[in-house]
């Protein structure tokens, strides 16, 4: 008797355990970069080249850099919260709201935003969601994302290495 009652006890922690275990948070921290070949890129957006995370506790910081297609690079920084609070900044003149939440069963990242961009026929929305997700097997990240505008969707991933420091 006492040894199946080990035995569950053993069970439980065992499970316990790896509940735990697969329930943290993945580690985005650092600094990320584009692999082009592995990624699926739509036409007419800008492809995020890099990006710079820290995490720490309920704050999401990043530095983002896009490739515009022209040649040129354009960076901008975010920092959020990961409780779903919608947050406002203005990159190059045209407002964004960018609200970040942790999906805990699904055991990734979900950020979503709304470009306010003003062109010759008025306002026009670019709204894009994505799923962010760590491959520790690979070292690899992935941003899947589904962006619309004017009417017109597009999904693709960006897949990024981390970027290891010279020592």
């Keep these: 008797m006492k040894r199946i009652k080990f035995f569950i006890l053993v069970m439980v922690f065992a499970i316990t355990s790896s509940f735990i275990v697969t329930a943290q948070k993945a580690d985005f921290n650092g600094t990320w970069k584009i692999d082009r070949t592995k990624s699926t890129l739509p036409e007419y957006t800008p492809v995020l080249t890099k990006i710079e995370i820290r995490i720490n506790s309920d704050s999401l910081l990043t530095e983002r850099y896009y490739d515009t297609g022209d040649g040129q690079e354009y960076p901008f920084t975010e920092n959020l919260t990961l409780d779903g609070k919608e ?75 981390k970027v290891v420091p010279n020592k």
């Design 87 to 161: 947050y406002n900044i203005t990159i190059y003149e045209m407002p964004r709201k960018t609200k970040a939440s942790w999906s805990e069963q699904d055991g990734f990242l979900t950020v979503e935003s709304t470009i306010t961009i003003s062109g010759d026929s008025g306002p026009t929305e670019f709204i894009s969601k994505e799923s962010w997700k760590i491959d520790k097997t690979n070292n690899t990240f992935t941003i899947s994302f589904k962006n619309k505008m004017s009417g017109n969707d597009s999904e693709g991933a960006f897949i990024l290495n």
